[in-house]
């Protein structure tokens, strides 16, 4: 990990600059109301962050200005900022403000130097760009990474939630751990030899920088909505089923789960659609948190997919895997039954356009109490290696799905361009 800021007049400089819509969560209070109809009703008119549902309560984010809004309105609410403030993040002065975590720049650095230092394995490409003109890396590894063969393609992609940090890091150390032991494990050079694997840790650049610098539950990405409010969230965008219902995504821009004006209006998510438009792959996961559960399509309603039997088989061998290491369980089960409906995102949209095994996997905690999205520095490595297994496990699954087909179809060519080769082109002024 490349040198942290250390001085505090930085880091102080960071939140006095805040733009005027901005709030960070030293200001924000989380607070939580009894499970009532109308009164979550009236709530969800007012636009507000909620986090989630715990022993009949509703918890929700508020700001100065909506607390005392309920006040007025004569809500009755208990307030929990004190009970679930992020203790346990334990990030300090000494290390940033996202301590151990990447930014979008360290993240950058640590791609090119793997890259640079594998040169045989790793190749980082430049696959597009944010809204606010930040590059989209992808990172392949593979034996002949320069060449295009005809081999097994999985995709592993992180961050589409800003908050959501710990999501970058898991996806980026499968690539920095598979070309660490590429030349000292067997297990480790079949499937790398055998596979063309494709990692995203960073889908939200734009978002994840805002959340670091700005509003730690900042949830989107940064298009002005031209309403006063900010942000897509971009696990709505998606083509498929877009717009399904307003249960699974919103069409309120100032919701956390606005899905856009229109399927793929994100730059962002455009970058995903044209990446998977040019490669085959055989399977996906996105990471998100927290929940501590493996789900998979469909999101967009409680119908089970003709693959339910062999994804529902997928998620218990990698819960097991998963559990074998640090004991920790993590549910699994079809998105819309097992978690809540969504619609227009990741999973339901690769399974319903390519038809391969989708996951999410909601990393841990299990829940707000718990830590929710504040994971701490030291969770960062059990993390990974508990999940290391469940990822070789989809790797070695794709090389089998891949080997076992017939009249398979020509290999796509990539119609981006590796960072070494764009250099100098003019992309990613904007750091």
Known sequence: MIMKKTVALMILVSFISIAGESQDYWTTEIISI??????????REMNLDFLMEWNDRVYIIVNHDELQTIEKENILFTLETQNLYPQSQKITIQSGVNGEYHSYSELEQELLTLQDSYPNLARVFDIGDSLEQRNIYALKISDNVNQDENEAEVAFLGCHHAREWISVEVPF???????????SNSKIKELVDSSEIWIVPLVNPDGLEYSIH?????????????????GVDLNRNY???WGYDNKGSSPNPSDVTYRGKSAFSEPETQVIRDLFSLRSFQAMITYHNYSQIIIYPWGYTRLLTEKDDLFFEMSADMSELIQSVNGNFYDYGPAGVDLYLTNGDTTDWTFGTYGIPSFTIELPPIDIPHGGFFNSEGDIQPIFNENLPAMLYLIEWSIDDFEAQSNLPEKRKPKFKSKDQSAGEGRGNNR
């Not at 009894?34 to 709530?43: C, G, S």
């Not at 700005?214 to 900010?230: A, H, I």
């Open 173 to 183: 150390l499968l690539g920095k751990y598979l070309v660490e032991n590429y030349n």
């Open 34 to 43: 009894e499970k009532d109809y109308k009164i979550e009703k009236k709530l």
């Open 214 to 230: 700005f509003y730690r539950y900042w949830r989107k990405n940064r298009r002005d909505n031209g309403d006063g409010s900010y």
């Open 239 to 241: 083509g498929y089923m």
